[in-house]
């Protein structure tokens, strides 16, 4: 049975809600047209959830059906605490979840895309401090080894108020 008690649409309108707000800032908009731009007709770019219109004509059994679906999946637990392996695993055991069939998981950035020149985007908004977003493509995706250090290296060129390129 569902377990979720959903008595009216709240949960849903608060979603649209929030989805709007996001639209209203202009940092946000910034990273949204930054995505258009740079991952263009690349499945990173998921424009759904940035469209309250999609959710809009969502039902409470649609949610529910998801749910059934959810649960159908093969499924990975975490655990964080002191408790004896073992325990843990005897416990997870216990959930009754009705495994059928196996999902296909895609990679959101497993997409290569040759550039063929470099592109400049200029928008104007009235905010009181300016933002310059930059991208820069290379072939190392989430699963690459050097994925993590290219991760590293781009917080510190550019990512907090304490980077290289903040502090010039």
Avoid: W
């Avoid at 592109?119 to 072939?139: A, C, K, L, P």
């Avoid at 590293?152 to 903040?166: A, P």
Wanted: with cysteine.
């Amino acid at each position: 049975e569902f377990p979720i008690a959903y008595t009216n649409s709240l949960k849903k309108e608060s979603l649209i809600e929030n989805i709007i707000n996001r639209q209203n800032n202009k940092i946000n908009v910034a990273y949204d047209h930054f995505f258009e731009y740079m991952f263009k007709n690349e499945l990173i770019n998921n424009k759904v959830i940035r469209d309250p219109k999609v959710y809009e004509s969502i039902t409470l059994d649609d949610v529910k059906n998801a749910y059934d679906e959810l649960l159908k999946c093969p499924h990975v637990y975490y655990y964080i605490g002191e408790d004896k392996e073992e325990d843990v695993i005897k416990c997870f055991s216990s959930f009754d979840f009705p495994i059928s069939k196996t999902c296909c998981l895609k990679m959101v950035d497993d997409e290569t895309k040759v550039i063929e020149k470099e592109q400049i985007v200029i928008e104007e908004f009235e905010v009181s401090q300016s933002n310059i977003i930059m991208g820069y493509r290379t072939d190392i995706l989430s699963n690459h080894q050097n994925y993590y250090a290219m991760h590293v290296l781009n917080l510190m060129i550019g990512d907090y108020s304490n980077s290289e390129l903040f502090r010039i």
